[in-house]
């Protein structure tokens, strides 16, 4: 997997974060940004690394959301998963702190920077009253990017749904700093 798939995760989070402070919008995560730009985006960051803050002010919060959105499917479709299929199960069952930073430990480094950045952007953006989400509904947005590809569309569907899902993305959205904790006391 390309590291420029990584460093964008990142920079989009940024990027949301910043944007819901100074201006926030309803359904950030489940409005699609204009489809030819930010897959013109898309292709920009991965072929430009080093570029990508300078490709995301041309982008709308919108379609910065739908480019995140699709970096996780890279993730997805190379890896399985940004919580790697080794870790998928402790993950996917983890309802309290301990058991996510647990996870998070096992995650190989770039990975555990991304899903730090995406915890962080979730918490801000449901902090903020005029986004009009929730843990639960960034969770319901989301998963489909962030859980296991494997298995028939019936059974990554279940994935999504389930209240695992939900438990995890509170926990993370929640409990951010408890979570990475030695990430954050570095």
Not at 27 to 41: D, F, M, S, T
């Amino acid at each position: 997997m390309e590291e420029s798939t990584y460093v964008g995760i990142v920079w989009c989070c940024e990027a949301i974060m910043e944007r819901t402070k100074e201006s926030p919008e309803e359904g950030i995560l489940r409005v699609p940004g204009k489809h030819n730009k930010w897959r013109r985006a898309v292709a920009d960051i991965l072929r430009h690394p080093n570029r990508t803050k300078e490709i995301l002010t041309s982008c709308s919060l919108h379609d910065i959301s739908s480019i995140l959105k699709e970096l996780l499917r890279e993730v997805q479709a190379q890896c399985g998963s940004l919580f790697t299929e080794d870790g998928y199960e402790t993950f996917s069952s983890a309802k309290e702190v301990g058991a996510v930073r647990k996870g998070v430990k096992s995650l190989p480094e770039r990975n555990k920077k991304a899903l730090h950045k995406i915890s962080q952007m979730i918490a801000v953006i449901c902090k903020n009253s005029e986004t009009r989400m929730t843990p639960a509904t960034c969770a319901m947005v989301l998963s489909p990017n962030l859980v296991l590809n494997k298995g028939s569309e019936e059974e990554i569907f279940q994935r999504c749904l389930s209240n695992n899902m939900k438990d995890l993305f509170e926990v993370l959205a929640s409990h951010t700093s408890e979570v990475f904790e030695s990430d954050e006391k570095r």
